[in-house]
């Protein structure tokens, strides 16, 4: 019987999240392809067959997560007509987000580690990376725009207060990783979205 692009897809999205929990659990240089073969229920070869390599999954599987995070994150503040509002929705999703994907920074970590080694790839994560945050940036510099034009905000760089949100949300990730308790980025959360607003309220 023939495999039907569905089935294709299904391997395909089968591989991946198996993938992701092996990589998530043994770091990519401990993990093995047989398996990821294993825990998604086909064959060796079949990995093979769609993703070329490890190094290949790997990179797959990190643009498969950003592109699940970018879609869920921008859907936060798309439904929202006040600019206040919708950036402080965009900003607790963002946090929200953190808190699910604080295991895979980790992975994020020697993503960064095997980008430099080779150039290739580090063009690769680089692209990856901006795939993430480029459409999150414009989503908030287009919100601070608004918020001006309304009288909300005060004349403030839009694309500034883009790099700072991220900045903020970057720094808590990684302190979640060494030194803050995971259970504490809620309360961490609301104390910078009120800097941030204090921030766009204030004359600069």
């Known amino acids: 019987m023939a495999i039907t692009r569905a089935t ?6 089968a591989i991946l999240e198996a993938a992701g929990a092996v990589f998530a659990r043994d770091g990519y240089e401990r993990s093995r392809v047989d398996e990821i073969a294993r825990r998604a229920r086909v064959g060796k070869g079949t990995i093979y067959e769609h993703f070329g390599s490890k190094e290949n999954l790997f990179c797959s599987y990190l643009s498969h ?3 699940q995070n970018t879609n869920t994150l921008t859907e936060h503040a798309r439904h929202e007509d006040d600019p206040r509002k919708a950036l ?3 900003f607790r999703g963002l946090i929200t987000s953190l808190e699910a994907m604080i295991p895979l920074i980790g992975l994020y970590i020697e993503a960064w580690n095997l980008a430099s080694k080779r150039k290739e790839l580090r063009e690769y994560v680089i692209a990856t990376f ?3 945050y480029t459409p999150f940036a414009d989503q908030v510099a287009e919100l601070v725009r608004e918020g001006r034009r309304r009288g ?3 004349g403030h760089r839009p694309s500034d ?3 700072m949100m991220l900045a903020i949300v970057d720094g808590l990730a990684y302190q979640a990783l060494f030194i803050l308790d995971p259970k504490d980025l809620p309360r961490m959360a609301r104390r910078a979205e009120r800097f941030i607003f204090q921030g ?3 004359r600069p």
């Open 65 to 67: 997560i950003v592109q």
């Open 88 to 90: 402080g929705d965009l």
């Open 161 to 163: 207060v883009a790099s």
């Open 130 to 132: 901006r795939d993430l």
């Open 8 to 13: 294709k897809t299904e391997r395909r999205e």
């Open 152 to 154: 909300q905000f005060a």
């Open 200 to 202: 766009l309220e204030a």
